[in-house]
């Protein structure tokens, strides 16, 4: 199953990335972020930063349990993009 937010990020673009990262380690989900995975790893969060303030993108989840997508909804609206 695969969900996409769309979300224009203002601010704190690395700690939303930093915060995605910890999520799909955490619940062994996938979280792609235009045309790239995003993956708790140091490059790809530097490729990720490289990306400007007030990018518009899509965050895409994958996953294989649809209990997950509730928790991921809950996880983005706690955070202000």
């Known amino acids: 199953m695969e969900k996409t937010y769309h979300v224009t990020v ?8 930093t915060r995605c990262a910890h999520y799909a380690l955490a619940h062994n989900v996938a979280i792609r972020l235009d045309s790239f995975r995003l993956e708790p790893t140091p490059e790809a969060l530097v490729e990720a930063l490289a990306l400007p303030i007030g990018t518009y993108t899509e965050l895409r989840l994958t996953i294989n349990d649809d209990s997950s997508v509730d928790e991921f909804e809950r996880f983005l609206s706690t955070y202000q993009l």
């Open 10 to 17: 203002e601010r704190g673009f690395a700690t939303l990335l």
